[in-house]
């Protein structure tokens, strides 16, 4: 009996998260897309362009406020040796470091918009959220594949992560910083 209800958990998990990858990816064929005004498609290809020096995997990213860009981004994980050098995380750099963090963040998110060459990995996606940004056009999506690929490996982070109970660390440290909200 217990067996069988563990296969069946198991049957129902993976049916899960397989419905969720295939609607996420999927779900840009419901909403419809449009075209990719010329310019932005030439930045774009210039930057994939850049990655390609340094055999980089040749993705190009622009943020964009109110049609105009911002940021500018390719990927450098190779050229910097930076594990977050990817082309929508440095257009996002890009954009911030002209602007100031401050001015950056009091940007109406309405009028934000990132486009990139290559749908955004999980490391991307989740930066983008942080920052509010969820306009996003790309060119050529990742495969069914990966995202069930993804799909396993935040299974599998959900289940291995573990709380350590020492919160008082982290507090001391938030206290220690001028801004912080909790602070006197």
Not at 61 to 73: N, Q, S
Not at 77 to 95: C, F, M, P, T
Not at 160 to 168: A, P
Not at 172 to 183: E, I, K
Request: glycine residues 8%.
């Amino acid at each position: 009996m217990f067996k069988n209800r563990f296969i069946l958990v198991i049957f129902l998990l993976l049916l899960f998260f397989t419905l969720a990858v295939i609607f996420q990816t999927q779900i840009h064929d419901i909403l419809g897309s449009k075209e990719l005004d010329e310019n932005l498609r030439h930045e774009l290809a210039m930057l994939g362009g850049e990655a390609l020096q340094t055999r980089d995997v040749p993705v190009g990213a622009l943020l964009v406020f109110e049609g105009e860009i911002i940021g500018r981004g390719f990927n450098t994980v190779r050229r910097d040796s930076n594990v977050a050098g990817h082309a929508e995380i440095n257009a996002l750099n890009d954009a911030v470091r002209k602007m100031g963090i401050d001015r950056f963040n009091q940007l109406n998110r309405k009028d934000l918009v990132l486009y990139t060459t290559f749908e955004p990995c999980e490391m991307c996606k989740g930066t983008l959220n942080h920052y509010n940004i969820h306009k996003i056009r790309y060119i050529k999506s990742k495969s069914l594949g990966h995202w069930l690929k993804v799909g396993v490996k935040e299974f599998g982070y959900e289940l291995n992560k573990r709380h350590t109970g020492d919160e008082q660390l982290q507090d001391s440290l938030f206290l220690l910083h001028p801004d912080y909200p909790g602070r006197r």
